[in-house]
């Protein structure tokens, strides 16, 4: 257990408390939660330099490191649709996460059977883009609340056209997530076939 897989854990934690405390409708429960969420973003890409850095690249690693990302993304997405955010859409939220189930079904399986599927250049751009739409949604959010507080917000960030932003972002992440399962799925068609054989 290096110091690149514990952040990895650590993701891992950091995920449910951060759901707990985003769903929790609170002005300051919601600035926590998204330091939470960032904290938990800033392991992602610290425990990937640290493990190429020292070369301490290990099969829990490639395995845990993308399930820890669709851990937070997954509960993150959840999270907007259980407070009807009307610009998060939820059929394109559904298409997200089941493909992050799907991957993660077929690491698993692959894992059991002594194989491990590293994460793909595109797939880790997927991620990136992810990480964007939940810290920019979390910050549009905030920035709302601070204006309906009566405090200082800066306007842009809580004006609606945000909201459109927020939704092209969402129609790329859902488009790169199929492109990316589809790519999985093919990828790793002889395996997939012998497994379910």
Same mark, same amino acid.
């Given at each position: ?6 952040? =990895?854990?650590?993701?891992i ?6 759901? *707990? ?7 300051y ?13 800033? %392991? ?44 998060? /859409? ?6 997200? /996460? ?9 690491? =698993? ?9 590293p ?8 991620? *990136? ?6 810290i ?17 917000a800066?306007?842009v960030? *809580?004006?609606?056209?945000?909201? %459109? ?14 492109? =990316? ?17």
């Amino acid at each position: 257990m290096n110091l690149p897989n514990k952040l =990895t854990v650590t993701r891992i934690f950091l995920s449910p408390v951060f759901m *707990a405390l985003f769903l929790y409708d609170n002005f300051y429960s919601r600035w926590v939660a998204f330091i939470v969420f960032v904290i938990a973003s800033l %392991t992602d890409a610290y425990d990937g330099y640290l493990a190429r850095k020292t070369g301490i690249i290990t099969s829990f690693g490639k395995f845990m490191d993308p399930l820890a990302d669709k851990l937070l993304i997954s509960m993150a997405l959840l999270s907007f649709l259980a407070i009807g955010l009307q610009y998060i /859409v939820g059929w394109m939220v559904v298409v997200i /996460v089941g493909r992050e189930f799907l991957i993660t079904g077929l690491r =698993t399986v692959a894992a059991y059977r002594g194989l491990v599927i590293p994460s793909s250049g595109a797939a880790k751009w997927k991620t *990136a883009f992810q990480m964007v739409l939940v810290i920019l949604t979390q910050i549009h959010i905030l920035a709302q609340m601070t204006e309906g507080r009566g405090g200082t917000a800066i306007p842009v960030l *809580a004006d609606p056209w945000i909201e %459109t932003l927020i939704l092209g972002i969402l129609i790329i992440t859902m488009i790169q997530s199929l492109a =990316t399962g589809l790519y999985y799925l093919l990828a790793h068609r002889e395996f997939i076939k012998r497994a379910l054989s």
